[in-house]
């Protein structure tokens, strides 16, 4: 797989190969601990798209997935500090095992708020899978069953996850450049 020329703008944090690992490993514990329940496969919009695909196909069994898009940073760096759903799921969730892919926790705002609003649908159980987490920025805390990644407190991109945007298509994590971040 080639990389972007544009990919110059970041550091390499997580390699692909380290991706592909870590998923695989992911993969296998989350086909143990459901199997033969009636699961769920939440995929948070837009940052987990590419970690989502790739798990999925990881895991060993029959499941559904759903979409459900929330947004609190916008277009920049920091969080606004307000949660608003952009796109909610299309089937209800009562009475299933629900597991919640992110691709980054970091001041758990987002998430404490997703946990909140499933849980008044009444499914049989939530779990958390997350490519990454960032403990550094958290103010609430929010338990992770089943983590990619612990990384320092720098801004991320790659893989899914974007600024403004734009690198969502990298196959690797990374951070941008300080040259970079001096251009915007």
Request: charged letters at 25%.
């Amino acid at each position: 797989m080639s990389v972007p020329v544009f990919a110059d703008d970041v550091e390499i944090l997580i390699s692909m190969e380290e991706l592909k690992a870590r998923i695989a490993v992911l993969g296998e514990k989350i086909t143990r601990d459901y199997f033969g329940e009636p699961l769920t496969v939440l995929l948070i919009l837009k940052g987990s798209f590419m970690f989502g695909a790739d798990l999925i196909r990881a895991i060993d069994l029959p499941l559904s997935v759903d979409f459900m898009g929330l947004a609190s940073y916008g277009a920049d760096t920091e969080s606004s500090g307000v949660v608003r759903i952009t796109q909610d799921l299309s089937n209800p969730v009562k009475d299933r095992h629900v597991l919640i892919v992110e691709d980054i926790v970091d001041t758990g705002l987002t998430m404490k708020y997703l946990l909140e609003n499933l849980g008044s649908r009444k499914p049989s159980s939530v779990k958390i899978c997350s490519l990454l987490e960032k403990p550094a920025r958290s103010s609430y805390e929010i338990e992770i069953d089943y983590l990619g990644f612990t990384i320092p407190d720098k801004f991320v991109v790659g893989y899914g996850l974007d600024h403004a945007e734009r690198y969502r298509n990298l196959p690797f994590v990374g951070v941008l450049t300080r040259d970079c971040m001096e251009r915007r």
